[in-house]
């Protein structure tokens, strides 16, 4: 059984059916080929799935696509524009990038919040991104950067 749900997605609105129990980060990667979402440990505990729902970081790998319904999903997609990226480049915060997009979609809510967050509360907001390559001290720097 399935049922729509309306969602935006990067500032555009998505009508999608999907069946009850799916995914945000299903649908997103399958159903509308946003791929950059990465999915890793599948269990909510890395990270690498973080999206925003109505500007909130979101595991969307454990997040049911229908808790959703109205709401504005905004995805590693919709912040190529934004001044992380290009921070995360030049402190070389990439490493594997396979974490990269959880971290930069993590550190937006944070900076959206904080402009000028301290290396404590980067460490607070940053603690549920996993980076398996250790890439910690280039990823506070790339946030603390940011704006630079």
């Known amino acids: ?57 979101r595991l969307s790998c454990i997040s049911l696509v229908h808790q959703f319904d109205g709401a504005e999903i905004t995805t590693i997609e919709g912040l190529r524009d934004h001044p992380l990226v290009n921070a995360f480049v030049t402190a070389d915060a990439l490493q594997c990038g396979f974490c990269t997009p959880g971290q930069i979609v993590s550190a937006a809510a944070l900076v959206a919040e904080k402009p000028e967050p301290s290396r404590e509360e980067i460490r607070h907001a940053m603690a549920g991104n996993i980076c398996r390559c250790g890439a910690y001290p280039k990823i506070e720097e790339a946030i603390t950067r940011w704006r630079d």
Do not use: F, S, Y
């Not at 999907?18 to 440990?41: F, M, N, Q, S, Y």
């Open 1 to 57: 059984m399935t049922e729509a749900v309306r969602l935006g997605i990067n500032g555009q609105r998505v009508d999608v059916r999907a069946p009850i129990g799916r995914t945000l980060a299903e649908v997103l990667r399958d159903d509308l080929g946003l791929t950059g979402t990465k999915v890793a440990c599948g269990e909510g505990h890395c990270g690498a799935c973080t999206v925003l729902a109505d500007g909130k970081p």
